[in-house]
């Protein structure tokens, strides 16, 4: 398996995944905080800005040395079009399917999860995604536990992430068997915390808010 450092996306991806089975449990709310994360690591990284409603690009031209982030980078400079700026919003909602599939090849070219094609009621192709490595997910159930159960001081990165799967409401995936109102408080402590700088802070809440706006969104005009 590849040593370098799995993304907030990959993450995300993990905690839907069923490890036997391979398929994602809330997919569609999953893959709002998969992009979500996508974008976040890509401001820690110093490639994109997110500020309030807009995205924009910071440095389209120094590699991160992660495929998934750096494919990412070109999509939103092609998505840009030459604009300073676009509502964060709109790409989340643009890219939040793809960036799921995206994900899921970079965890089986990693070795952490393998693909399979099936068919559905014998006609219908599907692929699955099931756990080749369970050492990445253990770990980051752990500190996951950590810092939401025990109260240990979340890192930037962890502090993120659970800013990511509170806004998409993604508390059953992280711990499953425990009830909601045990642990959103306290997730909810973490994304608005004094884990990081002010700047990095601001961008994480804003990212987190893009995300319940863009769900609620895509939630209204399901069912208009």
Known sequence: METTKVTLAEEVMLL?????SGSAKQRQAAGWAVAGGIL?????????????????LVDAKTPTGDPLLDGRVEL??????????????QWLSKDHIKSVQATLDRLRDRGIVV???????????VRRYPEADGTVEAELRARLGAVVLKGAEPDVRTAGLVALLHAAKLHALAFPGVPRKQVS??????????????????????????VIAATV????AATA
């Open 115 to 125: 693909e399979e094609q099936r068919k559905a009621l014998g006609l219908f192709p």
């Open 16 to 20: 839907s995944l069923d490890d036997d």
């Open 40 to 56: 976040l690591d890509l401001v820690l990284a110093e490639r994109v800005s997110v500020a309030g409603k807009y995205l924009s």
């Open 76 to 89: 939103i400079q092609t998505w840009l079009r030459g604009r300073d700026k676009r509502q964060v919003t």
């Open 185 to 210: 408080g306290r997730m909810a402590e973490i994304a608005e915390g004094q884990w990081a700088s002010e700047s990095v802070r601001k961008a994480i809440q804003d990212m987190q808010a893009a």
């Open 217 to 220: 969104a895509a939630t209204a």
